[in-house]
Each structure stands twice: as structure tokens, then as C-alpha cells.
């Protein structure tokens, strides 16, 4: 089992940052990809980035490319999300993911889930 725990929403205005942060325990980090998933209100779970175990394998979603950075630290077990240049459309909950066969778009690959954490973007 791998237990995931979002931090780091919160409410921003237009044009700021956020950090989003997801802490792994149980199994080995390092032998999962990670990925990080949105969802806003009405709408579907949608994909936002990946990233595979080494960190050298990075996937993001075509509306966050340029303004959002997925990071990995394995001695820290984390794996990070910085999203800047926000917009209100960015507002969701952001959920990590990890599964062991990724990096992938693909929600059903991943096997263990966070709880989530909200993002509100002000305009």
C-alpha cells in the first residue's frame, strides 16, 4: 500500500503561483511514477502532469504546458506541482496519483490515490 497526502491549495488571484506538494509513504517512492490529476466542479477527472520514478520522463496535459512544473524528490518521498500563471479555470481539486506501470495520461493506470487538495483561482 502507498498512502498519498496532498498540501499546498489554497485561494490565489489571476497571474499567481501555487505549490502543490503530495508525500508518499509505505512502499518504496521510488519505484512509482507519479501524476497529478484535477478535478473542477461538473466536470471530469482530468489529467494535468506525470512524471516517471527517475524524473527524467515528464508528461503534462496541452492547457498547462509552460506555466505549470511537475518535480520529484525521492529521498523526500514527494513529488511536486508548480503551477503558475493561474487562471480561474485552473480551480479544481488536485489529486496525486502513483502506479507503477506509468508515467501516463491514463487515470486507470495509476493504483493508489490522494485525497485531494483545492486550488481556487480568483479572477
Known amino acids: 500500500q502507498v498512502q498519498l497526502v496532498e498540501s499546498g491549495g489554497g485561494l490565489v488571484q489571476a497571474g499567481g503561483s501555487l505549490r502543490l506538494s503530495c508525500a508518499a509513504s509505505?512502499?518504496?517512492?521510488?519505484?512509482?511514477?507519479m501524476a497529478w490529476f484535477r478535478q473542477a466542479p461538473g466536470k471530469e477527472r482530468e489529467f494535468v502532469a506525470a512524471?516517471?520514478?527517475?524524473?527524467?520522463?515528464?508528461y503534462y496535459a496541452d492547457s498547462v504546458k509552460g506555466r505549470f512544473t511537475i518535480s520529484r524528490d525521492n529521498a523526500k518521498n514527494t513529488v511536486y506541482l508548480q503551477m503558475n500563471s493561474l487562471k480561474p479555470e485552473n480551480t479544481a481539486v488536485y489529486y496525486c496519483?502513483?502506479?507503477?506501470?506509468?508515467?501516463?495520461?491514463?487515470?486507470?493506470?495509476?493504483?493508489?490515490w490522494g485525497q485531494g487538495t483545492q486550488a481556487t483561482v480568483s479572477s
Open positions: 509505505g512502499r518504496t517512492f521510488s519505484n512509482y511514477a
Open positions: 512524471i516517471s520514478w527517475s524524473g527524467r520522463t515528464l
Open positions: 496519483a502513483a502506479g507503477t506501470r506509468g508515467p501516463s495520461q491514463l487515470p486507470t493506470i495509476y493504483d493508489y
